[in-house]
């Protein structure tokens, strides 16, 4: 399996902030990474695919970056709604399909 | 819209059978995969395994003996079956439609609870 590793796992930061999320995989993924946000009792929501593309209807203070085996998510100012838990996921391996652990973004 | 919606059994006894279907409304199986993936309550997303037009099927090897993945294509739907379940498998349950640019599309899942 391929591992995917975020960090930090929990991160306190208040409006208007710029946050960075990093999720590191245990072998090259190429640009096979896709970034996702769950609130409490709801499904994940797709923020960015291919590493790098914003999905449609997403802010554009979400960016991603990276290829091969390290990747960030970027928030470059925090807004209230988006305090959430955030997941990197890899599809280069369908053998299994893998999420990072997620990352808690509260605020502070 | 497109619109997936997902419906199954949420109480089950240790060794039973897990059965969850989900329907797609507004759009066509074509040229995705379909997918179920799993929460259990307050941890991670776990990818269980998915299915695409023609039948083909990839299943986590951690959960492979025990899942089958089906799909119908004349009315749309998919579906899940995990046998022998525990206490273990306790979980929100998602269908979710993933194509090249990354999975978009989920249901609004379903928390199934393995309890005695």
């Known amino acids: 399996d391929i591992q995917m590793t975020q960090s930090p796992s929990s991160l306190s930061a208040s409006v208007g902030d710029r946050v960075t999320i990093t999720c590191r995989a245990s072998?090259?993924?190429?640009?096979?990474l896709n970034w996702y946000q769950q609130k409490p009792g709801k499904a994940p929501n797709l923020l960015i695919y291919?590493?790098?593309t914003l999905h449609s209807g997403v802010p554009s203070r979400f960016s991603g970056s990276g290829s091969g085996t390290d990747f960030t998510l970027t928030i470059s100012s925090l807004q209230p709604e988006d305090f959430a838990t955030y997941y990197c996921?890899?599809?280069?391996?369908?053998?299994?399909?893998?999420f990072g652990q997620g990352t808690r973004l509260e605020i502070k | 819209q497109v619109q997936l919606h997902q419906w199954g059994a949420g109480l089950l006894k240790p060794s039973e059978t897990l059965s969850l279907t989900c329907g797609l409304y507004g759009g066509s199986f074509s040229g995705y995969y379909w997918s179920w993936i799993r929460q259990p309550p307050g941890k991670g997303l776990e990818w269980i395994g998915e299915?695409?037009?023609?039948?083909?099927?990839n299943y986590n090897p951690s959960l492979e003996s025990r899942v089958t993945i089906s799909g119908d294509t004349s009315r749309n739907q998919f579906s899940l079956r995990l046998t022998s379940v525990t206490v273990a498998d306790t979980a929100v349950y998602y269908c979710?439609?993933?194509?090249?640019?990354?999975?978009?599309?989920w249901g609004q899942g379903t928390l199934v609870t393995v309890s005695s």
């Open positions: 996921q890899q599809t280069y391996s369908s053998r299994p399909i893998t």
């Open positions: 072998q090259s993924i190429s640009s096979y």
């Open positions: 299915i695409n037009r023609s039948g083909s099927t």
């Open positions: 979710a439609r993933r194509g090249a640019a990354g999975t978009g599309l």
């Open positions: 291919g590493a790098s």
